[in-house]
């Protein structure tokens, strides 16, 4: 494909070929994350330069958008590759007790929609999840939410370009979301 | 609920464990604490403007605190005298008043009652409406931070800060002051809210342990403490105030907690602002600018200076609490310096910080192993360093050597045994009346 042809496609649902690799790739990448594969991730799934973000929303009415005093966006997570890889390397250390006896996690991919972006290779995807933990005996949280990714195809494999995760809970009915979403 | 004298005994050493879990005692400390204490509520850098305001909760009261415009602030109950319901949704923003959703009455920023819709044809103009503004509420502001109190017979936000004021001054008097960056990270612990507490104040000891994962990746001049091996009893001090009040302080660690650049970038800052700070706060205060301190400010506002998180644990029920989390920052500092700071903060002790998910895990836990009925018959224990502190000419309160140590920890707790017992602000115990007797 040509660049021409290329910018005529940007924002136009992908075909149906592709939408099926984007779908097993989302789906491939939750079943590693749910199988404690974190280094597969890294190394196989997300691109060296992932930006990935999981901004906080401030519950505002409508018709007040305006931003007051000094606030900016609080990013829960806004990692680039070396932090991911060094929470990743947190697992590693052998010293993380809250994880030993490990959590159970599942994670539910739903509600997928994929298009062309506007650079060459890539894709922007939206999808709804589902992250369920398990903790110890019977310390169960689901957490919802949506992400906004861009994957890029690099020889033939698709990676993590961007992450930008949403949460829909202003206050987060968990301890902690110290989990990849 | 048991007598007073055995749910804290031995100075502050011993706790009834039904302390962390009993609803009569949650009761009754929202009567003794949270009706009657400076509760943190927000920051002047957040609501600079007028109209400005921001929701939060003293206890598990919702309050709304507004910039007035000339500049002073006022803070009311979010409950329509109406029928009740809230008169504000939003979190924070900016407005000319709040409209009930119910009936539509309409407060001013001010929280008085300005418009009540059919006052003429259902009220036969005979409300009054000075009578039926929004409960206000007491609110006073030190060096930027804004407290309020339920309590009218309260002391001044200053003197209830007590001697906790004059060393808060080390970073709150630099040229500029601090702000806080906002919006906050807002999460739920199932903790009682004395275990976050009483973990800011004074438990130095867990980071080496607790954290040990993340002193191994993060490194820093604190992954010494790693495994708690190693560690120099002169390499700080614990402080603590008779109004309850302490912190650990751990000597030029400021940064200690910013691996990499960002640690070296706000060293920098440190040790450039270090001569004019002396200036104004003195040596000895400068030696607490450069220090790292683990603190809280009683009952349930706490911080770690250096590292810069700034929570506030929100009671919800004896066993659970909403966690607020700001980052605190120094408003002269440029810009990249605080984004840094800001963002270091998130990985640390955000809501997917990887400290924050160490310390949570302790806290819930703390808290849940006395749901047992015959667990919580017992007592736990904080008699670390006890019988070693001392008062020092010079630092305000009780001084003990070491920031592994629990001195400050009891502290909070003979104060949270002497609000309880109902007493009256003259005879609780303050900074002043310690060194009077000394
Ligand atoms: S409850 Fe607010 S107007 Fe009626
Ligand atoms: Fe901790």
Redesign the pocket.
């Known amino acids: 494909m040509n660049s021409e042809e290329h910018s005529a496609l940007s924002g136009q649902p992908v075909d149906q070929a592709t939408h099926f690799e984007i779908e097993r790739f989302l789906v491939r990448e939750a079943r590693a994350l749910d199988e404690e594969r974190y280094h597969d991730w890294l190394d196989n799934m997300v691109a060296k330069d992932v930006i990935y973000q999981l901004p906080t929303q401030e519950v505002r009415y409508r018709r007040d958008r305006k931003t007051i005093g000094n606030a900016q966006t609080t990013y829960l997570y806004n990692d680039n590759y070396d932090v991911l890889a060094m929470r990743v390397a947190r697992f590693d250390t052998g010293f993380l007790w809250a994880e030993d006896p490990p959590m159970r996690i599942r994670r539910y991919i739903t509600n997928i929609d994929a298009q062309w972006a506007d650079e060459e290779g890539e894709v922007d995807v939206w999808s709804n999840f589902i992250v369920y933990r398990s903790r110890a005996q019977r310390d169960n949280v689901s957490t919802h939410g949506r992400r906004r990714d861009r994957l890029r195809k690099t020889d033939g494999q698709w990676q993590l370009a961007s992450r930008v995760i949403t949460l829909e809970q202003r206050v987060i009915m968990d301890k902690n979301v110290h989990c990849f979403f | 609920m048991k007598p007073l004298d055995q749910l804290v005994q031995q100075e502050g050493a011993i706790q009834d464990r039904s302390i962390y879990w009993d609803n009569d005692v949650y009761q009754a400390e929202m009567e003794h604490i949270f009706a009657r204490c400076w509760l943190f509520l927000t920051h002047d850098s957040i609501i600079p403007e007028k109209g400005d305001y921001q929701v939060t909760t003293m206890g598990e009261d919702n309050v709304i605190v507004a910039r007035q415009a000339d500049g002073s602030l006022k803070a009311f109950l979010n409950s329509?005298?109406?029928?009740?319901?809230f008169?504000c949704f939003s979190e924070a923003g900016n407005t000319r008043s709040f409209v009930?959703?119910?009936?539509?009455?309409s407060f001013g920023i001010d929280g008085s009652l300005q418009d009540?819709p059919l006052e003429k044809q259902a009220y036969h103009q005979e409300i009054d409406k000075t009578a039926l503004g929004l409960r206000q509420i007491r609110v006073a502001s030190y060096k930027g931070l804004i407290f309020g109190t339920f309590d009218e017979s309260a002391p001044p936000l200053e003197k209830y800060l007590g001697g906790m004021a004059w060393y808060l001054d080390s970073f709150l008097d630099v040229p500029g002051g601090i702000e806080l960056i906002g919006p906050p990270m807002k999460s739920t612990l199932e903790c009682n809210w004395k275990n976050p507490s009483e973990n800011f104040i004074g438990d130095g000891y867990h980071v080496g342990w607790a954290h040990a994962s993340a002193l191994e990746i993060a490194g820093g001049s604190l992954a010494s403490m790693k495994g708690l091996n190693e560690y120099d009893k002169n390499s700080g001090l614990q402080i603590s105030l008779p109004e309850g009040h302490g912190f650990g302080a751990i000597w030029e660690c400021v940064a200690a907690l910013h691996p990499g650049p960002p640690g070296v970038a706000y060293q920098q800052w440190v040790d450039q602002r270090s001569p004019a700070v002396k200036e104004i706060v003195g040596e000895q205060r400068e030696k607490f600018y450069r220090a790292h301190w683990n603190a809280t400010i009683f009952p349930n506002c706490s911080f770690l200076y250096g590292t810069n998180t700034f929570k506030v644990w929100q009671p919800r029920g004896p066993h659970s609490i909403e966690v607020t989390t700001w980052t605190m920052v120094e408003k002269e500092m440029p810009k990249e310096l605080k984004d840094m700071i800001h963002a270091d903060n998130m990985l640390t002790f955000g809501t997917a910080g990887i400290l924050e998910s160490d310390d949570g895990e302790n806290f819930e836990n703390c808290t849940n192993s006395n749901r047992g009925h015959s667990t919580r018959q017992g007592t736990v224990y904080l008699g670390m360093g006890q019988g070693h502190e001392r008062q020092e000419a010079g630092l305000p309160g009780i001084v003990s050597d070491g920031w592994v140590n629990e001195t400050s920890t009891r502290g909070m707790y003979r104060r949270w045994a002497e609000m309880m017992s109902g007493k009256s602000w003259d005879n609780l115990s303050t900074t002043a009346d310690l060194e009077n007797n000394q």
């Open positions: 329509c005298t109406h029928r009740g319901n008169v009930c959703p119910y009936h539509g009455w009540v």
